[in-house]
């Protein structure tokens, strides 16, 4: 069993920068590859990244150089900085683990946190 407590979100004006973290329980936090997604309003969960246990990240294009995504093994947390926030970023953000390694598919993610609110104004 792994918990998952998200943190971090907020208000912030486009072009900003924000960092959310996501704490982990249980001991096999490690073998787990962990993930973030995001939910805005009459939106699906979309994939956002992923991280593998050894460090490998994979981004979705939306992201990819604005976001990193890094993992603390010692400390069971995982974090997402958000840099150049745009508009549409705007989103219920959630954090993620997965057995599998690592994954861009919602359905393969075994445990959730219960998100963070980050809200990008103009």
């Known amino acids: 069993q792994v918990q998952l407590v998200d943190s971090g979100g907020g208000l912030v004006q486009a072009g900003g920068s924000l960092r959310l973290s996501c704490a982990a329980s249980g001991r096999t936090f490690s073998q787990y590859g962990m993930g973030w997604f995001r939910q805005a309003p009459g939106k699906e969960r979309e994939f956002v990244a992923t991280?593998?246990?050894?460090?490998?990240?994979y981004y979705a294009d939306s992201v990819k150089g604005r976001f990193t995504i890094s993992r603390d093994n010692a400390k069971n947390t995982v974090y997402l900085q958000m840099n150049s926030l745009k508009l549409e970023d705007t989103a219920v953000y959630y954090c993620a683990a997965t057995s599998l390694g690592y994954s861009d598919h919602k359905t393969e993610y075994e445990y959730w946190g219960q998100g963070t609110q980050v809200t990008v104004s103009s």
């Open positions: 991280i593998v246990w050894n460090g490998y990240t």
